[in-house]
């Protein structure tokens, strides 16, 4: 079978640096995106990844280890307006989406 | 700057009633998607389309049915709302279906609460 997990909640103080994890296993593997999803707000992009290593852009950064079956989004110098939730997502061989619950991210000053 | 629009964004409605949510696109996207997001889950898959008057199951269609009659519109339907609909509805575009095309677009999403 499929599925994917990831932390329901972290807590992180602006300035510093937070990793959200994500586990998964499956048996076809085309890629694995992290959305963001402000409160009532539609998800948005933020990365992609489909071969390992790390994908950086600006202050948020993205891992891909497919022999572990793991990934990480890496956000750097936090922002209160990075409060959020952050949803990890597979991508399976026939290009369907199998979500994570998504990581409520709390950002204190 | 590119949109999903979602018609409604908060709806009431009471059980047995008929419930039409309408998304509209403007980027010429192949693909569109209806999900719903329910807290402790991941978005689940209702249903999607890759072409117009075409229409594939996602992971939970029961209770649920679509209409794709233009490219830039897909409207989520409930033939008999439940309370276990009550939900947010989130509509999604993408490009292709290539993993790099697939980047999802959202609408705001719709609210539904059916009493």
């Known amino acids: 079978g499929q599925n994917i997990d990831q932390p329901t909640e972290m807590t992180a103080t602006e300035g510093a640096i937070v990793q959200i994890n994500c586990t998964y296993q499956?048996?076809?593997?085309?890629?694995l995106f992290w959305y963001q999803q402000h409160a009532g707000e539609a998800p948005t992009f933020l990365s992609y990844?489909?071969l390992d290593g790390l994908e950086e852009k600006g202050r948020f950064s993205s891992f891909l280890s497919r022999s572990k079956g793991y990934s990480y989004l890496l956000l750097k110098e936090l922002q209160m307006k990075d409060s959020a939730s952050y949803l990890c997502?597979?991508?399976?061989?026939?290009?369907?989406?199998?979500w994570g619950a998504g990581t409520k991210l709390i950002i204190k000053p | 700057d590119v949109k999903v629009t979602q018609s409604s964004r908060y709806l009431v409605k009471r059980t047995g009633e008929k419930v039409f949510l309408e998304c509209v696109q403007d980027?010429?996207?192949?693909?569109m998607f209806w999900y719903r997001q329910d807290p402790g889950l991941g978005l689940r898959l209702i249903y999607f389309?890759?072409?117009?008057?075409?229409?594939e199951k996602g992971d939970i269609p029961e209770g649920y049915s679509v209409s794709r009659e233009k490219k830039e519109r897909f409207s989520l339907i409930l033939e008999s709302a439940s309370t276990n609909q009550t939900s947010m509805y989130l509509c999604?575009?993408?490009?292709?279906?290539?993993?790099?095309?697939?980047?999802?677009?959202f609408g705001a999403g719709s609210r539904l609460t059916v009493l």
């Open positions: 997502a597979l991508m399976d061989s026939n290009y369907q989406l199998i």
């Open positions: 999604a575009s993408s490009l292709g279906d290539s993993a790099g095309a697939n980047v999802l677009t």
């Open positions: 389309s890759y072409d117009v008057k075409m229409k």
């Open positions: 990844n489909v």
């Open positions: 980027m010429d996207h192949e693909n």
């Open positions: 499956t048996s076809g593997f085309n890629g």
